[in-house]
């Protein structure tokens, strides 16, 4: 059941690493169905769905049952306290651990506002909750005109490690790379969430009336006043060199109306049948019994995945009906994670990337202009390492 709380985001060198990343190490699978909230450390035999069902289950186990954070990954550090308006002030990250009411965190969608800076909209606080700066959704549902979407990006310890450890949630530490021609490779147990979360008031819905089954089929909380629904979870792991991009979504037909609707869904391990164009699954018993065995609450069971990426060619689109679609208004058959993320990059005079995103990239990414640029091994929050805040570092 879900929980709600009053607690207040050169081309040939990618030819060879494309197809080089698919080739899984040859190691024993991770003991799972034992330790299933023991992320697997490595790809062994296993397919890499169900890799990566292992990896959103042990970062979906359990915290607290009845107030934020519930789930592991809700412990992980939020991008926006890894990247400092402010560097001359340092970096100052919290540690949940000794605070007495940790906050949950959410914004816009950094691509949405990117694409289109005029989606921004505020999101009062409610019962003393803090005002939040989310966005109204760039493709919404023709019967969701207002439709806001909240976003906030989760970082594991290790990607924690790395940004804070070489200087990178610093612009001045990024650049230095690029002036040095730093190789930026994140450690294999680097892991990145992205959730986008549904205002539900702003689709007719409150927390205090929802439709008979609706908390059963998705995750709702009240953030800082306001009832919201987890619609879609990206997950990336540095478990192979070039990432595992999977992307999920719940089976509801309020808040995930065109899921699978124009990708259709693949799911080998996961779902029974396999393949969907928007039709309802079941979970399959391995991924049924490892949820089971996490101790997931029942929300959680409704939740499947839509696909993986794990190089530029196959599937060569990848994308998510409520993070891509609805949040950013990125059209489905021109999304692709992998080659997106690719294009994070940073110049020796600090000028970001996101400079070079003029339109939504597919297949195998483009060469950097010059030398005088570094590839940021496709994490894009990166860009937000940027004085001033990142809608600075946009226009440049």
Known sequence: MARATTVLTGALYFIVAAFASTVLVLSSASAASSQPCSPPNQVGSSSIEEIAWEL?????????????????WENWIEQDQLYPSDPSQGLKVPNSGVQASPSHLLHASVLALAKNPSLVTLVPGLLGGADQNCA???????????????????????????????????????TQAALSRDTIQFPPPAIEIKADWIQLSTIGLSCDNLPLGFADSIHVEIINGNCFALAGIHLISKLIDQWIWATFEPQNLTTNPNRCEVL??????????????GGFTKLSAKLDNLMTAANLSTEWKNYRLDAVQTDFLVPMLLGNSVIEAEAAGVPLNQSSC???????????????????????????????????????????????????????????
Request: charged share 15%; proline share 10%; aromatic share 10%.
């Open 56 to 72: 959103w289950v042990a970062a979906t186990c359990p915290v607290n049952q009845d107030q934020y954070p519930f789930v592991v």
């Open 264 to 277: 259709g869904c693949t799911d080998p391990f996961g779902s029974r049948p396999v393949s969907t164009r």
């Open 136 to 174: 109204k959704a760039g493709l919404p549902p023709p019967n969701q005109p207002n439709l806001v979407i909240c976003e906030e990006v989760r970082e594991n310890g290790a990607f924690e490690d790395y940004i804070a450890g070489n200087n990178f949630w610093n612009r001045a530490g990024q």
């Open 338 to 396: 992998i080659t997106c993320h690719a294009v994070s990059s940073i110049k020796n005079d600090g000028t970001d990337g996101i400079s070079l995103l003029n339109s939504n990239p597919v297949g195998l990414p483009q060469p950097l202009p010059s030398n005088a640029w570094i590839r940021r091994d496709f994490i894009w929050s990166m860009f937000l390492a940027c004085p001033g805040g990142a809608q600075a570092c946009a226009q440049q």
